[in-house]
């Protein structure tokens, strides 16, 4: 079960840290607007803004990464909870596509390592 939760761990970890680079270095692309659903006016306008979200989903990366590395079961589930805390929130004042690429992943990530522990 340790081997399913550290899988899983590390594909939380890269799923953030694709969203850090969608956010902080692609957001006014053609990617970009395509990954959030933005116009190019709105994309320029609120890059400010993604960079600085984009930074903290590098945080919940580090976190997760972290926890993997050293294979502490408090860190895996501090930052497991705290993709799942991130991603509920974006699904109800962002998109609820959130929900299948943050908070799916994140329970799952949480349920294996409980399993695990």
């Known amino acids: ?8 761990l590390a594909l939380v970890a890269l799923i953030h ?15 970009g607007q395509k990954a959030f659903g933005l116009t190019p006016e709105f ?7 993604a960079a600085n979200q984009g ?13 993997l590395v050293r294979q502490d079961f408090g860190a895996s589930v501090l930052f497991s909870v705290f993709v799942i805390v991130a991603g509920i929130y974006g699904t109800f004042t ?13 329970v ?5 390592v409980l399993l695990a522990g």
């Open 1 to 8: 079960m340790q081997v399913v939760a550290n899988v899983m």
């Open 17 to 31: 840290v694709y969203i850090l680079v969608l956010e902080m270095f692609l957001w006014t692309t053609p990617r």
């Open 43 to 49: 994309a320029k306008e609120s890059a400010p803004l």
């Open 55 to 67: 930074l903290y989903n590098g945080f919940l990366a580090a976190g997760l990464v972290y926890a």
């Open 94 to 106: 962002a998109s609820r596509k959130i929900f299948f690429v943050q908070v799916v992943p994140g």
């Open 108 to 112: 799952l990530t949480l349920l294996f």
